[in-house]
């Protein structure tokens, strides 16, 4: 795959890279995307009829499951050569950060480190409640949700939901990183839910180099400087074999 030498060479220039991935990156590790028609028992449901506060409370059990389903399908995955690239682009790019929307891991999985996790992590267990993580592994196999063990509430995974606050610390570094960086690359992500979409606009306010990553276009395409069209596991790898041998021959 040719990419074009101005975007290795932004690539290869850049000081403070930052990347924001969505579930597009996952998607060739077999992760359904939220667009993606979901399988089988899930096909009638919308993810934002159960990605809510308010799901869980009309029926725990219900969003529960689905939950269950989408952490057996995980726990099957592994990372994609898109999830790897990212990790030898971090030697090629040093001071490379990588925030993610997706939930499922696959980053760390692969060898990404100090990644921040905007929407939290499937495999943590939190309290309703009062959202606090809680140790629940040997009880989270049934149809219910199992009771938090210090309040009875019934107890939720450790993701965020549409109308719920980000995790302050995440996301206020996440803040930080976009508006002091000098190149952003948005990979797999729709750039519809925000505030994580909005990263992106303060990564222009900062003159970063806007480069999205994605089969199709999104709301952020105009307003890229480089726009790659195709699958991340097929263009990242591509970016680092034209980022090496640009180092090789030292132009
Ligand atoms: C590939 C590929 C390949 C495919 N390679 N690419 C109106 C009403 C109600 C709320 C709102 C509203 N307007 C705005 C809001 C706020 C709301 C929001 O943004 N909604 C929009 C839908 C409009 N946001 C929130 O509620 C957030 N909180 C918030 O704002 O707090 C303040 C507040 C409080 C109270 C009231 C109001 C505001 C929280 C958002 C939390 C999002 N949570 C989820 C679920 C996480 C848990 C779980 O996994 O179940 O996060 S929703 C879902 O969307 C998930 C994702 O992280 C997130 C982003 O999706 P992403 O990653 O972009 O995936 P897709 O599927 O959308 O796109 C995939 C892309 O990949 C596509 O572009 C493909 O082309 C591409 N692709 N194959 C590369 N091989």
């Known amino acids: 795959m040719d990419l074009p030498p101005a975007l290795l060479g932004a690539i290869a220039a850049a000081r403070r890279p930052v990347v924001l991935s969505g579930a597009g990156m996952s998607a ?3 992760v359904p995307t939220f667009r993606d028609a979901l399988d089988g028992l899930w096909s009638r449901y919308r993810p ?3 990605a809510t506060p308010e799901a869980f409370a009309a029926d725990p059990g219900l969003v529960w499951r689905w939950y269950r389903w989408r952490r ?3 726990a099957e995955a592994k990372p994609n050569p898109g999830h790897r690239a990212l990790v030898d682009l971090a030697g090629l790019a040093p001071g490379l950060r990588i925030i993610t929307q997706n939930v499922d891991g696959l980053h760390q999985d692969a060898g990404s480190t100090e990644v921040i996790e905007l929407h939290g992590n499937l495999f943590a267990d939190i309290c309703s409640r009062d959202r606090a993580p809680v140790s629940v592994s040997g009880e989270t196999a049934g149809d219910e949700p ?3 063990p210090r309040c009875g509430a019934p107890v939720r995974p450790g993701v965020v939901w549409f109308g719920e606050f980000l995790p302050e610390a995440a996301f206020a570094e996440a803040r930080a990183l976009a508006a002091g960086c000098d190149l952003f690359l948005s990979i797999g992500t729709s750039s519809l839910v925000s505030p994580a979409a909005d990263l992106a606009w303060l990564a222009m306010n900062a003159d970063a180099t ?3 990553i994605n089969p199709d276009r999104t709301p ?3 307003h890229c400087d480089h726009v790659v069209t195709g699958p991340s596991g097929m263009v990242l790898p591509a970016l680092v ?3 090496r041998e640009l180092h090789t021959t030292g132009d």
């Open 48 to 50: 934002e009829e159960l």
């Open 220 to 222: 952020l395409t105009p």
């Open 72 to 74: 057996d399908l995980v």
């Open 241 to 243: 074999d034209g980022l």
């Open 146 to 148: 199992p009771a938090c």
């Open 210 to 212: 806007i480069v999205e």
């Open 28 to 30: 060739e590790s077999g």
